[in-house]
């Protein structure tokens, strides 16, 4: 009965004592660390300023009497003496000139949906997916803004519409309809008036129909000379565009421009030469420059002067806006300063925590600043990975290098047993024989049969030279279990901590 209950007591605080300890052991795996995730992260170099766009531009004027109406688009490409505008006597005339363009058109598609090669050939699930298609490009367009070639697009999904009520017989064609418009387009021609005057264009490039009167005082030729007060007065008084009596619009000649604004560059993030993106607040557009030129002002600030070769239908209308310079962008893993570690190689990385072991990963650095590493984004587990329980501190490599490390073998030695690994062969003789295991050929010249060997395994020595690298092996693993006693070790390549 005494003897139960003292077994009792003692199984109770031995339960006790294992639970105290284990807690303990685990509090201290998880306490010692402070741990960041690695995420993915974007990183730029990026400055907003707003800018003057500069470009090669040509005032179109003439005199005329009466209302305009332009046969070409803003923002439009056009050809040396094409026809940009014509002058009406009223406003009524060229609503009726439009109308019968607009019906014209009509006429012109639903001949083309109804055309028998087409309707003979049409499968309704096919014709279904590509008014779908044509619905989601009209969809984003009309999202990003690009306008261009909208209209494009609409002609082509009613056409495809058309197509589809005739393949599942909802229609049998569009004769009927056909005939109705033609007969209104008889009508308006009865009142259609002819133009007085047409305009054609003096060269060739992007015309736009309306001024803003800083055609003339920003020159493209000179733009790498623009001071800070043109800057502020064109930014100052840019109040939009209009229109002026006898002013037909502007030509954009070539499709080089440039921009000019004030930036904050203090750091010396930018310099001469460099290409930057450039991204605008009005328009869903971007296009790459390169910085002509950077002046510092009294100020603290710099007086930037960009070139681009891109010019797109939305930019040759604006005069200034709002714009975004980014100089470097990059995508990867984020790893704060002070996790950065070096392995025994002298290789940049972290160390990760592995549920209960602690790994060495490297960093393939991409971009750095002052708190965080970006290392390239990988799926390669030798590298830090997107999740990954990156220790901040908690890690001090040179204690555990100093207690853990285990001493590496000669040189001499590893040479050696590497070559009676690949090679059955004797290994040559470059005046420096291996200490232990000695060359084959200098035993076989003094007539030994190795039983003399520095390891005294007489009976492997006897066995013959196939069986020389034996004690090699053995030798090496008679040394491991020394360099873990204090409960850690380390693997062959100084990756990992395990904790036993």
């Not at 009792?8 to 303990?24: D, E, N, P, R, W």
């Not at 050809?79 to 014509?86: E, F, I, L, M, N």
Request: hydrophobic residues 30%; aromatic residues 8%; glycine residues 8%.
């Amino acid at each position: 009965m005494g003897n139960g209950l003292i077994n009792l007591l003692f199984a109770v605080v031995g339960t006790l004592l294992i639970v105290v300890v284990s807690h303990q052991l685990w509090s201290g795996v998880n306490e010692q660390y402070d741990i960041e995730v690695a995420m993915e992260y974007s990183s730029a170099d990026t400055v907003t300023f707003k800018g003057v766009f500069i470009r090669d531009e040509e005032v179109v004027s003439r005199a005329y009497s009466g209302v305009l109406s332009y046969a070409v688009t803003d923002g439009g490409k056009v050809a040396k003496d094409s026809v940009v505008a014509y002058v009406y006597n009223s406003e009524e005339e060229i609503e009726t000139n439009r109308r019968i363009k607009e019906t014209e058109h009509e006429i012109e598609l639903l001949r083309d949906a109804q055309n028998p090669g087409t309707v003979q050939t049409a499968k309704p699930e096919f014709i279904s997916s590509l008014i779908s298609e044509e619905y989601q490009t009209i969809a984003a367009l009309l999202a990003k803004g690009e306008t261009e070639d909208l209209s494009a697009h609409k002609d082509q999904l009613f056409t495809l519409m058309c197509i589809y009520q005739i393949a599942v017989k909802q229609e049998t064609g569009y004769d009927e309809k056909i005939a109705e418009l033609s007969a209104k387009e008889a009508q308006l021609r009865v009142q259609k008036k002819d133009y007085k005057e047409a305009f054609y264009s003096p060269d060739s490039g992007y015309f736009v129909s309306y001024t803003d009167g800083f055609e003339n005082e920003l020159s493209f030729d000179n733009a790498i000379n623009i001071d800070a007060a043109t800057i502020d007065n064109v930014i100052k008084h840019d109040s939009g565009s209009g229109r002026k009596n006898g002013v037909i619009g502007k030509l954009i000649k070539g499709y080089n421009w440039k921009i000019a604004g004030i930036i904050d560059n203090s750091s010396n993030v930018f310099n001469m030469g460099d290409k930057v993106r450039l991204d605008f607040a009005s328009v869903p557009d971007s296009v790459t420059a390169t910085i002509e030129r950077l002046d510092d002002l009294d100020t603290g600030k710099t007086i930037a002067v960009l070139r681009c070769d891109e010019i797109t239908y939305n930019l040759v209308k604006l005069r200034t806006d709002r714009v975004e310079m980014t100089l470097h962008d990059f995508d990867g893993i984020k790893v704060p300063k002070e996790a950065l570690r070096f392995n025994r190689k002298n290789e940049k990385g972290c160390y990760v925590l592995w549920g209960q072991r602690v790994l060495f990963k490297k960093i393939d650095e991409i971009y750095e600043t002052e708190d965080y590493i970006l290392s390239k984004l990988t799926s390669d587990e030798n590298y830090v990975c997107v999740y990954d329980n990156v220790i901040k501190s908690g890690v001090d490599t040179a204690a555990y290098y100093a207690s853990n490390e285990e001493p590496e073998e000669p040189e001499e030695t590893q040479t050696a047993a590497a070559g009676q690994e690949t090679d059955s062969s004797p290994p040559e003789d470059n005046g420096s024989p291996p200490e232990k295991n000695g060359g084959d050929d200098e035993e076989e010249k003094d007539g030994e049969d190795g039983a003399d060997s520095e390891d005294g395994d007489s009976a492997e020595g006897d066995a013959g030279t196939e069986d020389e690298e034996e004690p090699s092996g053995e030798e090496n693993e008679d040394e491991g279990p020394e360099s873990g006693s204090d409960g850690a070790s380390e693997d062959s390549s100084g990756g990992d901590i395990h904790f036993e």
